[in-house]
């Protein structure tokens, strides 16, 4: 059977027009395919016992119970600065030297006014035997017997005088020399080479190495609910030892800036902390709840409610929870948390319940 030129044309554009169609169709039927979310990339932290427990927890320092201020006893400029902080020194060391060109130059004086003195003395006692011969003799009066007695007794006055002025002027030369009274490390220098300093000014502080002490700041609402004898546990971000001790004082009075007040505790010596050292100081307070503390940046609210993301396989559930104190960037969190939950504390307002999330 022959197919016409005409026949063939409508064939082919049939066939055309079916091929659009199904590929048109194609494209409606990919584009109604719903795609898959890309997870948003969050910051997150985890709720730990340490956070949930009871204690409370402060930044402390380490100090240790006897801290001395150094000062010179003399007025003078600094030749030399003979220790730097952190350095050990000993008894009878010397720290810092002044210059002594005016202190030996007072001594020089102090010893020809000696000598001067002792000139004086030696005169008057030869007058006063002389003179006492005479009024033996009948040649001199009472009065001028007693005169030459008088110079006599003044002669040696000075002589007192001027051999004391010297030993000031010696002990002054000696205390050019500022030296440790006795073993210790100096933690702050005050004072550099080529500063004039007064009697008195700091210039040093010194701290023994044994009878450490931790040092931290309480807030106002928990001063009142701890007491001396209380105690508390330290550590270090170096070590995961925990050390008992307990405080022997506190402040009686809020410092004017920080309106906090400065507890001390005692712990035994222990290798793990050294003077200077940043620590944690964990106490029980008389009825405090358990909470924790964490960026306020983490909680965020749906309709009113407070409550913060936790991540559950990979998506995020919305968590109330029930907010206390707000503490510099952090909020107490009072109840809704529990040990091991995985929080988000950044990006919390482009989540919504159920969305994924990859952790950074």
Known sequence: MKISRKQYLCGFAATVLFAVIAIFNLGISREQTPAQPLPLR??????????????????????????????????????????????????????????????????????????????????????????????????????????????????????????????????????????????????????????????????LTMAVHYNL??????????????????????????????IEGKIFEISPIADEKTHTFRVKASFEDNSNLKLGMTVRVALVAAGSDTSSFIPRCAVTAINGESGVYAVENSKVVFRKVSLGRLKENQVEIKSGLNT??????????RLHDGQLVEIM
């Open 42 to 203: 969050v910051k997150t932290m985890t709720v730990s016992s340490d956070m949930l427990s009871s204690s409370l927890i402060f930044a402390g320092e380490i100090h240790s119970q006897f801290e001395t201020p150094l000062s010179f006893q003399v007025a003078g400029k600094i030749l030399e600065r003979h220790v730097e902080v952190g350095d050990r020194v000993t008894r009878g060391q010397v720290l810092i030297t002044l210059d002594k060109k005016d202190l030996e130059q007072s001594i020089r004086n102090a010893s020809a006014q000696v000598k001067h003195a002792k000139s004086a003395l030696d005169l008057a006692q030869k007058n006063l035997d002389r003179y006492k011969k005479l009024l033996s003799a009948g040649a001199v009066s009472k009065l001028a017997y007693d005169q030459s007695q008088h110079e006599y007794k003044s002669a040696l006055s000075s002589l007192e005088q001027a051999n004391a002025n010297y030993e000031e002027c010696r002990n002054q030369l000696n205390y050019a020399e500022l030296k440790a009274d006795k073993d210790g490390i100096i933690i702050q220098t005050h004072a550099d080479p080529g500063q004039v300093v007064n009697t008195g000014t700091t210039v």
């Open 340 to 349: 091991g939950d995985v929080i988000v504390i950044a990006g919390t307002q």
């Open 213 to 242: 002490q931790a040092q931290f700041n309480v807030p106002e609402q928990t001063v009142s609910k701890i007491k001396t004898g209380d105690a508390v546990k330290i550590s270090s971000n170096y070590s995961t030892d925990e």
